[in-house]
């Protein structure tokens, strides 16, 4: 059923390419000028005054179907007046036939953000695309490509997560530029909301990386300014000019641990109600990302699917805003027992609660029944995979001597054990647990009921994968049912550059390799993981196979770095 491949290629090649869609304003203006008079495009009520419109944040495109993608970027003058900008579509960078274009509004109103959907496009095409404001100064040339239709041999995505800009430079992004990935997703934690110092420590903050602004965001300047930072970075403009993206939100786009009606770095009495601030954070997304929003009237819904032809379909999911219950910390119930007292399990959360909400997890059912695709897959937050060890090795902080004593007697036949060691057998004395209940485990009846649709697929010759971000490690896991059936496999990819489990467990006592042998025998569905490495997964889909490429940078310290990989292959 599982076919698990593990292969490492190290140090490759070093990654100096800099094949990056810019076009400076003055090479470009040749075009536009022997195009014709674009300044008559400018639409009313848009004076300039003689200045040179400032596109500061670089161009985006994203959410591509069959026959339309968003198109996004900033335009900004010395003063606020509304900047009427013209979009320009072609099939090649130097524009010499402009395919689509139209007029899109830049204003005070959206941040100076301009957005619009393309329309009208052949499917499995590749355009490019501009901005043009009046006096002509240029965007940035990006370029973006529509969705396959009919029989699809191969899609590449490129898979990101967790892009905290002081943690360090963006060099997942930039390797990605080159990378033949035809389409990326971030799966959440596009920004982080913490203020200077915070999240990382001042300690371990890269120095030249400083945010905007210094203190934790809160209001609407300071959502904004926050993903603005992000898109002035130079890698993350490379990458959104080299492909489409295809973004939900995770916790941090709103505040750590965010759930429906709060969140776990959210305090009602100095920062104003959840409700109002999930408004701000929501609408920022919305202005900032390449994203088309599924209801304009509710900008709190992104879930949302993509069809890739035959061959997939891609279920992007919002598993922390519109449905997500409230669960306990993991540590300590509210009883005040932790998860070492037998007695926890059974009062620390509902297993009941709800994670996707009914609505959601309705429609993906609906989603993934109706699919003519191969693979169905999801673009999800959390870790799905059960990553449960036992309360005894957990709660003592993965010690040698917990570990030792777990596995002795877990390799001991049951006829030999001691009392000790059956105490530690005993499901019900020494539960296994997760590390966290802020992912999947702490709902796993609705982890379930995606598990038990996914199982249904099977009959219908339908193949399952989930892509993962938030935990910023690279995990392979298997998804099973309660009784162990495996209903697919996924893919959880590490961070850009947020820390990982090496900020818990310093490599010099916990050596990753040790650690991730650990892990793996502890548990049991966790067939790959990495704990201490940053960069982003490649995810190549054919008929027959998923394979995951596991990218890492070898630095994020720097922005010079090289690139290792492990690549591991499913085939359903
Ligand atoms: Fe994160």
Not at 26 to 53: D, I, K, P, Y
Not at 162 to 182: E, H, K
């Amino acid at each position: 059923m599982d076919d698990l491949k593990l292969t490492s290629q190290r140090n490759l090649a070093k990654n100096n390419s800099r094949r990056h869609f810019f076009i400076t304003l003055s090479s470009v203006a040749v075009v536009v000028a022997a195009g014709g008079a674009l300044t008559s495009c400018g639409g009313s009520g848009t004076v300039l005054n003689g200045e040179l419109a400032a596109f500061n944040y670089g161009i985006a495109s994203g959410d591509p179907l069959a026959d339309r993608v968003i198109l996004w970027t900033h335009a900004k003058i010395s003063t606020d007046d509304a900047i009427d900008l013209t979009w320009q579509m072609s099939a090649d960078a130097a524009f010499s036939s402009i395919l689509f274009t139209g007029i899109v509004r830049a204003s005070k109103d959206t941040g100076f953000t301009a957005k619009v959907d393309a329309t009208g496009l052949s499917a499995n095409t590749e355009y490019f695309y501009r901005f043009v404001a009046p006096n002509n100064s240029i965007s940035a040339v990006g370029r973006t490509r529509t969705l396959p239709v009919g029989n699809v041999a191969e899609v590449k995505l490129a898979v990101f997560s967790c892009s905290d800009y002081p943690a360090g430079y963006f060099n997942a992004y930039d390797s990605a530029v080159s990378s033949g990935a035809q389409f990326a997703l971030h799966l959440g934690d596009y920004i982080y909301e913490y203020k200077d110092g915070v999240y990382p420590s001042a300690a371990t903050a890269v120095a030249a990386r400083i945010s905007a602004p210094a203190n934790e965001i809160v209001t609407l300047a300071d959502y904004r300014a926050r993903h603005a930072i992000h898109k002035a970075d130079p890698y993350a403009k490379a990458l959104h000019s080299r492909m489409p993206m295809i973004a939900i939100w995770d916790d941090h786009e709103f505040a750590n641990n965010a759930y429906m009606d709060g969140a776990e770095n959210h305090d009602p009495v100095t920062q104003g109600t959840w409700a109002a601030r999930k408004a701000i954070a929501s609408q920022v997304y919305h202005e900032w990302m390449p994203i088309r929003s599924p209801d304009a009237a509710n900008l709190l819904k992104i879930y949302r699917s993509f069809d890739f032809g035959n061959l997939l379909s891609l279920h992007m999911l919002d598993t922390r805003i519109i449905g997500r219950e409230h669960q306990p910390d993991r540590t300590v119930d509210a009883m005040g027992r932790d998860i070492a007292d037998p007695a926890f399990l059974p009062y620390a959360f509902n297993k009941n609660k709800q994670l996707l909400g009914t609505t959601q997890q309705t429609w993906l059912d609906a989603q993934m029944t109706a699919s003519k695709a191969t693979w169905q897959i999801l673009g999800n937050q959390t870790v799905m995979g059960r990553v449960q060890i036992a309360a005894s090795v957990l709660s003592d902080n993965l010690s040698t001597a917990s570990v030792t004593a777990y596995l002795t007697a877990k390799a001991t036949p049951a006829a030999l054990r001691t009392a000790t060691q059956q105490g530690l057998m005993d499901p019900m004395k020494n539960p296994k647990i997760s590390y966290t209940f802020d992912n999947w485990e702490g709902y796993p009846n609705a982890r379930d009921a995606v598990f038990i649709s996914a199982n249904k697929l099977k009959s219908a010759g339908k193949k399952f994968l989930v892509l993962s971000g938030d935990s910023h490690n690279a995990w392979y896991n298997k998804l099973t049912l309660a009784d162990g059936t495996v209903v697919g496999a996924e893919f959880a990819g590490m961070s850009v550059t947020s820390p990982g489990f090496e900020s818990y467990f310093p490599p010099a006592v916990f050596p990753p390799a040790t650690l991730a042998g650990t892990i793996k025998a502890l548990t049991d569905d966790i067939q790959y993981i990495d704990t201490a490495r940053r960069g982003y997964m490649l995810i190549t889909i054919t008929p027959t196979q998923a394979k995951g490429e596991f990218v890492y940078v070898s630095s994020i310290t720097s922005s010079s770095y090289t690139t290792s990989v492990d690549t591991l292959t499913y085939v359903g």
